[in-house]
Structure formats: C-alpha cells, structure tokens
T-cell receptor, first 122, second 110 residues
Framework: EAGVAQSPRYKIIEKRQSVAFWCNPISGHATLYWYQQILGQGPKLLIQFQNNGVVDDSQLPKDRFSAERLKGVDSTLKIQPAKLEDSAVYLCASSLIPGLAGGRPTNYNEQFFGPGTRLTVL | TQLLEQSPQFLSIQEGENLTVYCNSS?????LQWYRQEPGEGPVLLVTVVTGGEVKKLKRLTFQFGDARKDSSLHITAAQPGDTGLYLC??????????FGTGTRLKVLA
C-alpha cells in the first residue's frame, strides 16, 4: 500500500515570497491533516479536512496560510507571504474517518504521516 | 491549553542499556499515542493506549497509560542503535484531535 506522498521534500525561499506544498494521502483515507513541526518541537496541527470540508483550522494563521482539498483527495498548503518564523517541516497525514481504524470502530484515530517538506525561509 | 511535557528532552545511552521516557500533562486524555520519528521522515505510530492503567508491549518497548489518563511512559529494554530517533507522545481528549508532546530525542550508541 502506497504511503502519504508529499512534495517538494525541501524548499528554500526568501521572506515575503510565496510557497506551496502538495500532499497525496493514502487511497481511501477521508481525513487529511497538515502539521507544522518547528525544529526541536512536536508537530502542531494547522488544519484538518474531512473529505473536502474543513473540520478544524483553529491554529492556521489565516492571514498568510491557506489550504484546500478541492476534490477530497490531494491537498495543497500555501504560505503567502512567508516569514522567517515559518521555517519548519510541514507534515501531511491521513486517516480513515476518525473513530475507525483497521476497518473497526474505535475511540481513537490512526494517522499515517508523509515524509514532510522542510521549508527554510531566509 | 493542553500541554504534554516529555522528559528527558535528550538521552544518549549505550547499546544494551534500559531507559524510560515520560509524558506528562495536567489534562485527562481519552487516548494517548506514541510515535517514533527518524530524521527526514514523518512520525510513525507505535502504539495507542486508551484505558487508565493499560500496559502494552511491542517487542522490547513497554508502554503504560497512567491510572488517571494524564500521563504515560515508554520503557525500552536493552536499547539498540535502531531505536535511535525522536519519540513523541500525543494525546486526545474527547475528540480525535491529537496534541503532540515536546519530544524526546534518543541516541543509542553501538
């Protein structure tokens, strides 16, 4: 089974430039997440989609970050304009509908992560 | 705001030694997960614990969920260089949104 795909793997830009990241989740996974992982910290959820609808974007800096999942499959995350503090690894994860793992109902969520995109803002 | 504190932040040990990593919070979680992340890769789920006091074993790794479901520990027996990585705990409370801990970076020397 193919895993979560992300591209590019690395990106270096100057502050105030724009950048976009792409994610293709595991086939059949309805839920897609974007996380930001700053060096030395755990991942922080930016946005969660269920199919093509936003479930949670409470920690997304909406003045500069945007994300879409138009057809309920792959997704893009954009930063415009980038700031120095946006330097981080951006991780995409997918899961079946929350509360379902291995085809069985559960009270937890099983997320599968992609390799991430390492962004450096100069 | 829920916070998950992990300790220690860094750990460097010799192959064959045992170690324990802790994950603590003042919040109660409905489930808690442990992940391992290697350089250049995304986190990989190791285990999910959901019941207070639950203990799960995965080969040389033993995971325990606190009785009050506020804390957890990961114990590795006879560590090997392949155990090197960033260990992350993540807790969810009432929803399926997980808050990640600060991470423990483990290095096992051959």
């Amino acid at each position: 089974e193919a895993g979560v795909a992300q591209s590019p793997r690395y990106k270096i830009i100057e502050k105030r430039q724009s950048v976009a990241f792409w994610c293709n989740p595991i086939s059949g996974h309805a839920t897609l997440y974007w996380y930001q992982q700053i060096l030395g910290q755990g991942p922080k959820l930016l946005i969660q989609f269920q199919n093509n609808g936003v479930v949670d974007d409470s920690q997304l800096p909406k003045d500069r970050f945007s994300a879409e999942r138009l057809k309920g499959v792959d997704s893009t995350l954009k930063i415009q304009p980038a700031k120095l503090e946006d330097s981080a690894v951006y991780l995409c994860a997918s899961s079946l509908i929350p509360g379902l793992a291995g085809g069985r109902p559960t009270n937890y969520n099983e997320q599968f992560f992609g390799p991430g995109t390492r962004l450096t803002v100069l | 705001t829920q916070l998950l504190e992990q300790s220690p932040q860094f750990l460097s040990i010799q192959e064959g030694e045992n170690l324990t990593v802790y994950c603590n919070s003042s919040s109660v979680f409905s489930s808690l997960q442990w992940y391992r992340q290697e350089p250049g890769e995304g986190p990989v789920l190791l285990v999910t614990v959901v019941t207070g006091g639950e203990v799960k074993k995965l080969k040389r790794l033993t995971f325990q969920f606190g009785d009050a479901r506020k804390d957890s520990s990961l114990h590795i027996t006879a560590a090997q260089p392949g155990d090197t990585g960033l260990y992350l705990c993540a807790g969810a409370s009432g929803t399926y949104k997980y808050i990640f801990g600060t991470g423990t970076r483990l290095k096992v020397l051959a």
